[in-house]
């Protein structure tokens, strides 16, 4: 990049904190005072470098850090309001998020040093050579303020002649004040309070900056000029200079548009994309920023819209030999260099045309002098295919005609003097041209925006949409645990069922091998052994729960753990099984239940008798105690038959004496 051309008696002034810190004790800075004719350096402190900003009204005072000198956005906003008119603040390290001050030094050949006083000269330095961000806090708008320099309190009898006397001053400075802004082509909307005799004060609202105005602040006897700027919402960044490098340049068309430049060493300058402009504005934004020498694409054969970018700069045009695969994009492109698919495929195409091209701007680098423009001799090798050597010496042969030309060229002209209304033409020109780059900055901020919004839109509802899928599957997730929980106390159950069935299973597999026909075809040892079935009490209840669990037949051996309490029901429950015969453990059988089982000949006989081995519920005895107690049985049987049929005799005998008797 060029240095600025600056005036001989320009001042710059760049600092760098000294001790301190501005939001806590207080700071000394290092101050290096840029001249034409030399450089001053001093170690001061903060009101100190006001009133020497104020002394030397420099062009620019230059630091690396904005907030070095400011504890904060407001405390930034009123040092810039002290600032003389004509004094810009730069950050040479960048905007928002400005760089270490070293890696910008390097880059543009400044000396550095990490001493404060070298730092400071640093940034000066920087600055001088365009480089850095113009930091404002105000719009390009002033107010002009003309109003009463003194009171027109009581002033007696003749209070009414002095204040008409002071509104009449007031009036008459304002209309020098507007004649003096329409002299200087500034526009202006002017709001005049009028009162007795004149004005009280009158408010101008001027498109232009404190140093373009034709007044300044003054107060003196009746009248007072205050001159304020239009404060801004924030704190801007603006480039203190155009960039016009030669450049690289990597387009992406489509729909959206992305741009991005590198310089000749291969670094990624800029990256820019868009959805809303057009050919015009996208050539528009690459001409502020550089010259092209060298525009790339992605994609093979070359795009149209990318190759009538490359007509428009007469520069060389580079395209991959295949298309550029999404992998190498992004080990190409570095990461912070862009937002968003477009801007890195832009990146990865000039990226890898400065890869293809890279051998040959190191030859050119080498071979062209130090006093001739690299940048110029790189464009015209890569447009014409030529040698660095055929260049150069076509340069020289240019250069030595055009001081040929000058040497015989003795006519001189005088500028013109401009007009009032050139003066007022070029001005508004200027201003347009002003307001166009600020609407364009804009227009380019709102279509960021609106990608971020509709990234971040989608994001949002790409959350929402997990959230949403995390609740279901939540929802889902516990619905199925509570149902294999119930499963699981169903599959317990079920399981305590089969134990109790496999129990029962084995007993009936018991009880069927005792009940078989052929006990000697079942186990030899069990030979002369009989199936007893035991009831826990002679009731109903315990006759129903022994049938259930294993079942009572007819000619089963029925054993009453307990025979008392039984009742007339209960034993006709009994006679309904049809035992063969009932052995009767503890208790004493009601006569009704002996009864009941004598009249159906069910043999009743005492446990005690048959010698039983029980097995978990059921029993088995001996075929021959079973018999002996039916035998036993049978006999009492006879002979309570005998004893029930001689008491019948008896009766009928008495029964028969006594109606003799009474007849």
Do not use: C
């Amino acid at each position: 990049m060029s240095p600025r051309t600056r005036p001989a008696d320009e001042v710059i002034v760049g600092v760098d904190v000294h001790s301190g810190d501005v939001r806590g004790e207080a700071p000394s800075y290092a101050t290096v005072l840029l001249r034409e004719d030399g450089i001053e350096r001093d170690v001061v402190s903060h009101r100190k470098l006001r009133r020497l900003l104020q002394a030397e009204e420099p062009a620019i005072l230059a630091t690396d850090n904005v907030f070095e000198l400011a504890a904060d956005t407001d405390d930034l906003v009123r040092f810039l309001r002290e600032l003389p008119d004509a004094t810009r603040l730069v950050q040479v390290t960048g905007a928002e998020q400005p760089e270490p001050l070293s890696r910008v030094a390097n880059r543009h050949d400044v000396p550095y040093g990490s001493d404060p006083m070298q730092e400071a000269e640093a940034a000066a330095r920087l600055a001088a050579a365009n480089v850095g961000q113009v930091v404002s806090a105000f719009t390009n708008t002033t107010r002009v303020k003309v109003a009463r320099g003194r009171s027109t309190g009581g002033g007696g009898w003749s209070e009414d002649r002095y204040t008409r006397k002071i509104h009449g001053a007031v009036k008459r400075r304002t209309r020098e004040v507007e004649s003096a802004l329409e002299s200087a082509g500034l526009t202006y909307e002017r709001d005049a309070t009028e009162k007795y005799g004149g004005f009280s004060r009158a408010i101008f609202e001027v498109e232009g900056s404190p140093d373009e105005l034709p007044v300044g602040r003054e107060r003196s006897g009746d009248v007072r000029i205050e001159i304020e700027r239009e404060r801004r919402d924030g704190i801007e960044f603006s480039p203190l200079a155009r960039r016009r490098d030669h450049v690289l340049v990597g387009v992406d068309p489509g729909t959206t548009t992305a741009i991005a430049l590198a310089d000749l060493e291969g670094e990624v300058l800029d990256v820019h994309s868009t959805r809303t402009a057009d050919t015009a504005a996208v050539i528009e934004w690459i001409v502020e920023r550089g010259r092209p020498i060298l525009v790339a694409a992605d994609v093979e054969p070359m795009p149209d819209t990318v190759e009538k970018l490359r007509r428009s700069f007469d520069a060389a045009g580079w395209i991959p030999d295949a298309d550029l695969p999404v992998d190498e994009k992004l080990h190409r492109a570095p990461d912070h260099t862009y937002d968003n698919d477009h801007e890195r495929d832009a990146v990865a195409a000039v990226l890898s045309a400065y890869d293809d091209h890279a051998d040959q701007f190191e030859r050119i680098a080498r071979k062209v002098p130090r006093d001739v423009d690299r940048g110029a001799v790189t464009a015209r090798v890569l447009a014409e295919e030529a040698s660095v050597e055929a260049v150069l010496a076509e340069m020289e042969d240019e250069a030595a005609g055009e001081d040929a030309d000058a040497a015989g060229d003795t006519t001189t002209h005088e500028p013109r003097e401009l007009t009032a209304e050139e003066r007022r033409i070029r001005d508004l020109e200027a201003q347009v041209e002003r307001l166009q780059d600020h609407v364009a900055e804009l227009e380019s901020t709102v279509a960021e925006k609106d990608d971020r919004i509709e990234e971040l839109e989608a994001d949002l509802e790409a959350a929402r949409s997990r959230e949403r899928q995390d609740v279901r599957e939540t929802r889902e997730v516990t619905r199925l645990q509570r149902r294999n929980e119930a499963l699981e106390r169903d599959l317990e159950t079920e399981r305590d069922r089969v134990d109790e069935l496999e129990g029962k299973l084995e007993r009936l597999k018991q009880l069927w091998k005792l009940d078989h026909a052929d006990f000697a075809d079942v186990d030899p040892e069990k030979r002369g052994l009989v199936p007893v079935k035991p009831v826990d009490e002679f009731t109903s209840s315990a006759i129903d729960a022994a049938d259930e669990t294993y079942g009572l037949a007819e000619d089963d051996v029925v054993y009453l753990r307990n025979a008392g309490g039984a009742g007339r029901s209960t034993a006709e429950r009994l006679v309904e099984i049809g035992p063969r015969v009932v052995l009767l453990g503890q208790g004493r059988l009601s006569e009704i239940a002996d009864a009941v089982l004598f009249e159906a000949a069910v043999p009743v006989g005492p446990a005690d008798d048959v010698a039983m081995q029980e097995v978990d519920e059921l029993a088995v005895a001996r075929e021959s105690d079973v018999e002996a107690v039916i035998e036993d049985w049978e006999r009492r049987a006879r002979q309570r038959q005998r004893e029930q049929t001689a008491e019948l005799v008896d009766q009928v005998i008495s029964e028969h004496r006594a109606g003799d008797n009474e007849a």
